[in-house]
Antibody, heavy 122, light 109 residues
Framework: QVQLVESGGGLVKPGGSLRLSCAASGFSLSDHYMGWVRQAPGKGLEWVSSLSSTTNYPNYADSVKGRFTIFRDNAKNSLYLEMNSLRPEDSAVYYC???????????????WGKGTTVTVSS | EIVLTQSPGTLSLSPGESATLSCRASQTVSSSFLAWYQHKPGQAPRLLIYGASSRATGVPDRFTGSGSGSGTDFTLTISRLEPEDFAVYYCQQFGTSRYIFGRGTKLEI
């Protein structure tokens, strides 16, 4: 069964750091682009970052660029999001998603985890 | 940067009725990059439609996406609403190495 399970969320003070993990099962994470999407309380979905399957080249939303780092461990079939210099506005449920990019240039996110909650507060 | 405007913000309907959700892009976009998602509280978002009109695996044919080629207007139609259809729906577009989501339409009973 294809599945993504996030972990690592929690309460952190402004300026602090946190690492989120996403364990994949039922497919090889290394064969796919992968991404993170977040939802702040009372807000909609916001794309955070995606990581290429072939080049490992990352892309980031402007709101997190320079503070967040996306990377993967193929041996553990896991995706990570290292979050530094956290701000209260980073508080959100963070979802891991498989970022499907078909050869005919059809792009979408087809498998999602249930999310992990990050709260940035003093 | 592309902005996706979804309307209405909230849609109040009854089971058995049909829903029409709109997603308008601030500039011409490719339908290849247009997807729709359903999101319920406490659950993972669910892919419904990709490539503007292709249904994802397991999605009932009551869900129909329209809009083809390049354009600015895309629609998600849900016919014969079931109780489990009441949720928030998002459209998503890929552009300039990033994904953009609309603000969502809440479909409520």
């Amino acid at each position: 069964q294809v599945q993504l399970v996030e972990s690592g969320g929690g309460l952190v003070k402004p300026g602090g750091s946190l690492r989120l993990s996403c364990a994949a099962s039922g497919f090889s994470l290394s064969d796919h682009y992968m991404g993170w999407v977040r939802q702040a309380p009372g807000k909609g979905l916001e794309w955070v970052s995606s990581l290429s399957s072939t080049t490992n080249y990352p892309n980031y939303a402007d709101s997190v660029k320079g503070r967040f780092t996306i990377f993967r461990d193929n041996a553990k079939n896991s995706l990570y999001l290292e979050m530094n210099s956290l701000r209260p506005e980073d508080s959100a449920v963070y979802y891991c998603a498989r970022d499907k990019r078909e050869k005919n240039h059809i792009y979408y996110m087809d498998v999602w985890g249930k999310g992990t909650t990050v709260t940035v507060s003093s | 940067e592309i902005v996706l405007t979804q309307s209405p913000g909230t849609l109040s309907l009854s089971p058995g009725e049909s829903a029409t959700l709109s997603c308008r892009a601030s500039q011409t976009v490719s339908s290849s990059f247009l997807a729709w998602y359903q999101h319920k509280p406490g659950q993972a978002p669910r892919l419904l439609i990709y490539g503007a009109s292709s249904r994802a695996t397991g999605v009932p044919d009551r869900f129909t996406g329209s809009g083809s080629g390049s354009g600015t207007d895309f629609t998600l139609t849900i016919s014969r609403l079931e109780p489990e259809d009441f949720a928030v729906y998002y459209c998503q577009q890929f552009g300039t190495s990033r994904y953009i989501f609309g603000r969502g339409t809440k479909l409520e009973i």
